[in-house]
T-cell receptor
Framework: KAGVTQTPRYLIKTRGQQVTLSCSPI?????VSWYQQTPGQGLQFLFE???????NKGNFPGRFSGRQFSNSRSEMNVSTLELGDSALYLC?????????????FGPGTRLLVL | EDQVTQSPEALRLQEGESSSLNCSYT??????LFWYRQDPGKGPEFLFT???AGEEKEKERLKATLTKKESFLHITAPKPEDSATYLC??????????FGKGTKLTVNP
């Protein structure tokens, strides 16, 4: 069974630009969660989507947004990029989501904002 | 607010030298505690899920245990390929996972 895939793997952007990251979950998984990982803050929860609806959200500004499609694939968008947005963005999938189910992570997208 | 603290931040072991990593947590209604392994530049790889105090799970040289306040990841006779960052996460009533900052393990040959 194929794992979680994320594209692109690496991105370089400049301040003020916007970026869209993509995530394809494990086949059959309907929940997709997004995380930001930085050396200082560790892994922080951005949001979770289930059946095309945002079900939960972390403490990030409105510049961070996402969506999920009918095939469970998900995208996240960051507008008006700031230097502090440089991070590894991780996507994780699970069958039903929530805090009891095991989440399986993709390889991440490394974003560098200059 | 759910919180997870992992200790130590970094640990150096000699090959074959057993040790334990600690994950202390406060959570409103524990629904699951998760251990992951992360290699540099890669996404976290799932290791174990524990649901209730007293539960234990094993995989090769790793054993995870859970109490009402903490979890331990015991590493028996580690090998250099066990070198990685080990992450602990808890899931509670907020329905989202909260991660600790990890323990970076280095096993020297």
């Amino acid at each position: 069974k194929a794992g979680v895939t994320q594209t692109p793997r690496y991105l370089i952007k400049t301040r003020g630009q916007q970026v869209t990251l993509s995530c394809s979950p494990i086949s059959g998984h309907r929940s997709v969660s997004w995380y930001q990982q930085t050396p200082g803050q560790g892994l922080q929860f951005l949001f979770e989507y289930f059946s095309e609806t945002q079900r939960n959200k972390g403490n990030f500004p409105g510049r961070f947004s996402g969506r999920q499609f009918s095939n469970s694939r998900s995208e996240m968008n960051v507008s008006t990029l700031e230097l502090g947005d440089s991070a590894l963005y991780l996507c994780a999938s699970s069958w039903l989501g929530g805090s009891r189910e095991t989440q399986y992570f993709g390889p991440g997208t490394r974003l560098l904002v200059l | 607010e759910d919180q997870v603290t992992q200790s130590p931040e970094a640990l150096r072991l000699q090959e074959g030298e057993s040790s334990s990593l600690n994950c202390s947590y406060t959570v409103s209604g524990l629904r699951g505690l998760f251990w992951y392994r992360q290699d540099p530049g890669k996404g976290p790889e799932f290791l174990f899920t524990l649901y209730s105090a007293g539960e234990e799970k094993e995989k090769e040289r790793l054993k995870a245990t859970l109490t009402k306040k903490e979890s331990f990841l015991h590493i028996t006779a580690p090998k250099p390929e066990d070198s990685a960052t080990y992450l602990c996460a808890v899931g509670g009533g907020s329905e989202k996972l909260v991660f600790g900052k990890g323990t970076k393990l280095t096993v020297n040959p």
